[in-house]
């Protein structure tokens, strides 16, 4: 017979398991995910393709679901989804979205943008969070109206805004949550590009969507979930396989390995030059010290199958053959933010 005691001691256990938070979890009400209907939590994108029109909710989630070119007999998809895209559960009666929108984890409002005309992103905010001793960045796009300021601290499941469709190519129909979770490539992107440029201009400074990394935000919220007292933020990215690298000089300005220090697999600081391992979405999930320093940053290899182009196995950031891979354009720009100094100084931009 249990007694008295431990059958309070087993409800109080119990009540605090099911307590337990994930680390990253939903952004909006929708959880049709957790139903097995992905059909109803993705929003849908309109395309035509080869003269025929459809209405695919697969293009709505993260990755290379965008852009659909013949090869031979199947179909390869070139265009990079940074986020996915979560469709609403409400609407009023004129068809407007009304789902509330929550911070997916506990931190720090580090940008609002009200002026949905300033980006494809249309109204949208940026929450820093601190987790494991780095710094991630989750971003909430298309909204109707922003419910948090810049400074300002949110806990997870706290409303930050509500749904809406301002930005590029949306109307009511399509309203959604477009929603990234993120790393920040350079503390110094805002030099690089100065919110006043005649060529490029960037009122976000730091926070423009070219500054941000995004990782798969369905696969994570699922794992945080399914273990939400043993997950790790560090592990789950480490884990990743690596489908391309490159080699960067260890300059001053490099620091990629001291803000996201669970890179570094030798536990070394002392390198001349680091190879960066990335996944096909162009994250990087891992940095080695090289045998021998480096000039200037080169692509070393690729390890995705030979019939994959070389910019889709790459995001674009490669180019020439999987044999003899170069730096593209895009993947110069990459090195030059990580590694070197922006040409206009600025202390108030760090």
């Given amino acids: 017979m249990i007694s008295r005691a431990a059958t309070l001691g087993l409800i109080v256990c119990s009540a605090a398991i099911a307590q337990t938070k994930p680390l990253i979890d939903f952004p909006t009400p929708n ?156 503390p110094y992107f805002a030099q690089w590009f100065p919110a006043d440029s005649t060529k490029d201009p960037n009122p976000h400074r730091n926070f423009n969507g070219r500054n941000l990394i995004g990782i798969d935000p369905t696969s994570l919220i699922l794992a945080a979930r399914k273990s939400p007292d043993t997950f790790r933020l560090d592990s789950y990215l480490r884990s990743a396989p690596s489908t391309f690298r490159i080699v960067v000089p260890n300059t001053q300005a490099f620091n990629l390995v001291q803000r996201y220090p669970w890179l570094n697999d030798s536990g070394s600081s ?30 070393l290899d690729v390890s995705a199958p030979a019939d994959i182009p070389i910019a889709r196995a790459t995001r674009g950031l490669l180019a020439g053959s999987h044999s003899r891979p170069t730096l593209t354009s895009a993947g110069s720009q990459l090195a030059r933010l990580l590694t070197e100094r922006p040409p206009i100084a600025n202390a108030g931009d760090l």
């Fill in 270 to 299: 002392a390198a001349e030059a680091w190879i960066l391992s990335f996944s096909e979405h162009g994250v990087p999930v891992r940095a080695t010290p090289a045998e021998k320093g480096a000039s200037s940053a080169s692509a």
């Fill in 31 to 186: 959880r049709a995910l957790l139903a097995g209907q992905p059909e109803r939590f993705f929003m849908y994108v309109t395309r035509t393709f080869e003269g025929k029109e459809s209405t695919p909710w697969q293009g709505g989630t993260y990755g290379f679901v965008r852009g659909p070119v013949r090869q031979g007999p199947g179909i390869v998809y070139l265009h990079h989804h940074e986020g996915i895209d979560i469709a609403p559960v409400h609407r009023d009666p004129a068809g407007n979205p009304m789902d509330p929108i929550f911070a997916a984890a506990s931190g720090t409002v580090v940008y609002v943008n009200e002026k949905p005309s300033t980006s494809n992103y249309g109204k949208y905010l940026v929450i820093e969070h601190v987790i494991e001793g780095s710094r991630y960045y989750s971003l909430y796009a298309h909204l109707s109206s922003i419910a948090a300021t810049v400074g300002s601290t949110v806990r997870q499941g706290e409303k930050v805004g509500v749904m809406g469709y301002t930005g590029v190519g949306l109307n009511r129909e399509r309203a959604h949550l477009h929603f990234e979770f993120a790393l920040l490539i350079s």
